[in-house]
């Protein structure tokens, strides 16, 4: 027993013992707000060595529905600015800027990004510089818009080795070259002012763009009116266009630098860039305003708002909002043993007690064997949840049951757990007997691995309390993440630990008999339940195709074990060649099983702005962006097909009738955010409201926050939400 003590103290210190690993993933390299994750990215494939390439980048993924802003800003907003310091040796170059995407709001119009983008910025590296390790550090401030504007900045620092390779983000640059515009020679194009109007003529544009509506950026802010109507065409190659000159223009340059581009969301990112002569005469320019040095002086007094920050240092979180967050793990951690896929799990447990119910001390071992399980899954399933993320994956909590693969394991684990407990066979005569004796030699081992099946299939789902405590979780240093993912685990194998040490538990179980054969048989029908939702939650993943080819793969398997534990000729003869169907199905058709499909469209009708229906939409963050520029209220189920609460809810409370009704009479859009497969819009979305797993239910309102609901909300608490 002293075993098993030691075994959960050094894994509950062993948190402490990882700040270190967190320097370069998390504490240097990411900031994290509501609105944007930014991350620097380096670049340097043949190593930090004079005249190889060396590359820096800021990435910002937006939250949906908000977006930054490009060198030329457009009617408002700012560009994001960059200020590095580099060791000596070392010089940046300008922003590759990608092209741009205007975004208009009633008589305005922005240039600028969403979703996810790269700014990268090449460096210059000479034979002056010296060192082993490279350390980058970035002082980066941005703009960051919806219908409203938060000006926000991040300190960034990352070390580099010079020697070797540094491409684990080719991709992402890559990405970030292909969207940058072509820069080629004006040639015949010409730019002619007048009184109102700059008339803009362009030859050498792409033959493929011919007759297609085109945007147009001046890189010179201040020359046009973005947001006012403006006409163009096109004359065989030539395009032509009239744009309206803003009244306020203070600039007369001669040549303009432009970039031109296909209009709409959807087309080529990349664009043309030029700069163009001007031909003529530019009107008179509006006289600038000089501000008045009293107010210069006054501004100068007021500090400059930090609204964004590195992700906390080691021990800086320590107050009421961690201990919250360990709380409410602790309680969400007690609710995942009433979630559903986890009795055929603790029924397990309790045969375990009925086996032992006069040994005292076994009891004690096995709870403790138990707990451990638990608590060290956790903290491996948190470990990686934040290592993946760290590294640029947009993951969240239950990210395991995201992968087809992982869903196809469980159900096979419990097909055959299932059998076991039927009856069909003994692994004692299906495995050789070295294999088949560990469990009789190794008892606690057992106890320990059913934990980690506990955790397994109950962690997917966010019980009550877990939803802010998980959120939390995933912007503290990874002590105190891994603090919070080990007071869940606490939490879920605290009532079997308590259990295992009060005598009058055991005493009140019956002594073993004939009925344990009995229940042993019983409980084979719950752990196949639980393959068939395991088996439902493929069916979404991978389709129809998926779930049938993994069921003909299951009966085989069946078959095989039923073989396997036959003697003489039935085994010799029967075995290998179920085994070679097998062998032979996953490898014909196995990819059906494990290759995501298309998530089909959860909505059928089109989304009527002037009013609202009591259907469910899907939800994409375009179709959330557009809704909120219209200014509808609109509520998201965030939701998975491997989460058993978000089915219970989605069944009882978000389909009552009276529901429905009032949602309708409000003019509330229904939207349903679909996480069943990996999807990094989904994640930003629900890390723009302080969660990173499900079920989460959020209403947006026009003009405010959103407004959070519980993991198991009544019908009287949404009704709540719906008030102004």
């Known amino acids: 027993m002293r075993h098993w003590i030691a075994l959960l103290i050094s894994a509950w210190l062993a948190v402490t013992a990882l700040p270190s690993l967190a320097l370069d993933l998390t504490g240097g390299g990411v900031v994290k707000t509501a609105q944007v994750r930014a991350e620097l990215l380096v670049h340097a494939p043949e190593g930090v060595t004079a ?88 002082h980066a401030s941005w703009l960051v818009c919806r219908q409203e504007c938060i000006p926000e900045e991040g300190r960034f620092q990352v070390r580099v080795p010079v020697q070797g390779s540094t491409a684990q983000h080719a991709s992402r640059f890559q ?93 080529s990112p990349a664009g043309v860039r030029m700069e163009v002569p001007v031909e003529g005469t530019w009107p008179a320019a509006a006289q600038r305003s000089e501000v008045p040095e009293a107010l210069k002086q006054a501004l100068a007094q007021i500090p400059t708002p930090t609204v964004t920050q590195r992700v906390p240092d080691a021990g800086a979180a320590g107050g009421i909002g961690l201990w919250a967050a360990l709380l409410g793990a602790l309680a969400g951690g007690l609710i995942l043993n009433l979630m559903p896929c986890v009795f055929p799990v603790l029924a397990i447990k309790v045969m375990a007690f009925a086996r032992h119910a006069d040994d005292r001390r076994a009891h004690r071992q096995a709870g403790l064997a138990y707990t451990a399980g638990v608590l ?36 096979v684990l419990f097909t055959v757990i299932g059998l076991n407990l039927a009856g069909l066979f003994e692994f004692g005569r299906v495995l050789p007997a070295s294999l088949a004796g560990l469990q009789l030699r190794h ?17 997917p789902c966010t019980a009550p309390f877990m939803g802010a405590s998980l959120g939390l979780a995933i912007g ?80 085989l398997l069946a078959w095989l074990a039923w073989a396997l534990a036959q003697r003489g000729r039935a085994r010799t003869l029967l075995a290998p060649l179920v085994l070679a169907g097998l062998v032979t199905l996953l490898w014909q058709a196995g990819d059906r099983i494990w290759k995501p499909q298309t998530q089909a469209m959860m909505g059928t ?23 909120q520029a219209a200014g509808k209220p609109v509520f998201v189920d965030y939701t998975a097909a491997w989460c058993v609460t978000c ?50 239910y959020a209403f947006y309102q026009p003009g405010s926050a959103p407004k959070l609901l519980s993991e198991l909300p009544s019908v009287a608490e949404v009704m709540r939400a719906l008030r102004p």
Request: glycine share 10%; no cysteine; aromatic share 8%.
């Open 443 to 459: 008892p606690l081992a057992d106890a320990f691995l059913t934990g980690v099946l506990a955790v397994a299939v109950a962690s």
């Open 605 to 627: 009708a089109a989304i009527d702005l002037q009013s609202a229906d009591r259907k469910w939409h899907t939800w994409t963050p375009e179709q959330m962006a557009k809704l």
């Open 175 to 267: 990405q970030a070259w292909d969207a940058a515009p072509r820069t080629q020679p004006a040639n015949g194009s010409r730019l002619r002012p007048d009184e109102k109007t700059l008339r803009v003529s362009l030859e050498g544009l792409p033959s493929a763009w011919r007759g297609k509506t085109l945007e147009i950026f001046p890189e010179t802010a201040g020359l046009i009116t973005p947001g006012a109507a403006w006409t163009q065409a096109w004359e065989g190659a030539r395009w032509s266009a009239s744009l309206p000159l803003s009244s306020d223009r203070s600039e007369a340059p001669t040549q303009v630098p432009l970039v031109v581009a296909l209009a709409g969301k959807d087309s």
């Open 476 to 555: 503290l240093p990874t002590t105190q993440a891994l603090a919070v993912f080990g007071a869940i685990g606490i939490g879920m194998a605290l009532p079997y630990l308590a259990a295992s040490f009060l005598p009058g538990f055991a005493r009140a179980l019956p002594r073993p008999g004939a009925w344990m054969e009995t229940l042993r048989q019983f409980m084979a029908f719950p752990m196949l339940a639980t393959v068939v939702w395991l088996l439902w939650v493929l069916g979404q993943q991978t389709g129809i195709d998926g779930v049938a080819t993994l069921l003909l793969a299951l009966l």
């Open 647 to 696: 089915q219970y809810n989605k069944g009882t409370v978000l389909s009552d009738p009276g529901l429905l009704d009032r949602f309708a009479a409000d003019g509330v859009v229904l939207l349903r955010a679909d996480w069943t497969l990996r999807d990094p819009a989904v994640t930003a979305a629900l890390a723009a409201v302080g969660r990173n797993g499900v079920p989460t």
């Open 51 to 138: 005249g190889k390439p060396l590359w820096l980048g800021l990435q910002l993924q937006h939250a949906p529905g908000w977006h930054s802003y490009w060198k030329n800003a457009g009617d408002s907003g700012l560009p994001t600015k960059l200020r590095w310091t580099l060791p000596a040796g070392m010089t940046a170059g300008e922003v590759t800027w990608p092209t741009p995407r205007k975004f208009p709001l009633g008589e305005l119009a922005n240039y600028g990004y969403d979703g996810q983008m790269l700014l990268p910025v090449p460096v210059t590296v000479t034979p002056e510089f010296r060192g082993s390790e490279l350390e980058i550090a970035l």
């Open 376 to 411: 060290l899954s956790f903290l491996a399933l948190g470990g990686l949840l934040l290592t993946l993320r760290a590294a640029g994956e947009q993951l969240g909590w239950g990210f395991q049951l995201q992968s087809p693969a992982m869903v196809t394991g469980l159900a």
